[in-house]
């Protein structure tokens, strides 16, 4: 341990003629030393959840593609080296982390997620919709193109794509239907895109569940 040092200083006085006596104690500065320590990431609270295949879904794992097959279609994914698919014994699949970084710990839930929902998709489906809210706002399927009339000079026509279907009811009532999400997803958004609900009176298209936050309009001048 480094021991202090004491220093004396003596000044002069001008005017009395004697010495002043200061101490002044100096100490050596402690060097300040750092630690490293090796944080684990925790593992995901969603994927470590296992999926259940039902009886009427196959899968095709080889390597880091995998293929799952239903009575509504086929889908096909890819995993990153972070993590991999494993296949148990009781029918149940599970995602794990090949190494214990950043990333790996955001794969992990992401990817358990996408399995999860190739899994229902082919077996169950998924469906989202749309609602029409304005004056002479209306939609048609016309064969494979879904028909829009949104108040612009000419009617919006869309092509539906083959893995979708899309059923119109009481005119402003749009259901789009499928087995893989994120297609059904980029369709309805799309959709939607062309006249976004607007929030003075609410017009426009927007999904069924969908809350549009109200403001009030301006105030008439007070006389």
């Not at 399995?115 to 989202?128: I, L, P, Q």
């Not at 239907?177 to 929030?199: L, M, N």
């Amino acid at each position: 341990m480094a021991s202090s040092v004491v220093t004396s200083f003596q000044p002069r006085s001008s005017f009395l003629g004697d010495r002043n006596v200061f101490k002044v104690t100096t100490k050596p500065i402690a060097r300040v030393g750092f630690s490293s320590k090796t944080i684990e990431c925790k593992e995901s609270r969603i994927g470590k959840q296992p999926i259940a295949v039902p009886s009427n879904v196959t899968i095709a794992l080889e390597g880091q593609d995998l293929k799952v097959k239903g009575p509504l279609g086929e889908l096909a994914l890819t995993y990153p080296r972070e993590v991999e698919l494993i296949k148990e014994d009781a029918g149940l699949l599970r995602v794990k982390k090949t190494v214990e970084t950043r990333r790996a710990n955001q794969m992990h839930g992401l990817f358990r997620t996408l399995t999860d929902n190739m899994v229902v998709g082919v077996s169950k489906g998924f469906e989202k919709k749309l609602i029409l809210v304005g004056v002479g706002y209306r939609a048609t399927v016309e064969g494979k193109e879904l028909v829009l009339n949104l108040g612009f000079s000419h009617p919006v026509k869309m092509q539906i794509p083959d893995s979708l279907k899309v059923k119109v009811e009481e005119n402003t009532r749009i259901t789009v239907s499928g087995y893989d999400k994120s297609e059904i997803g980029q369709f309805a958004a799309t959709v939607r895109k062309w006249r976004p609900p607007e929030p003075y009176k609410g017009k426009g298209v927007k999904y069924s569940d969908e809350i549009v936050r109200r403001k009030e309009g301006k105030a008439g001048k007070k006389k």
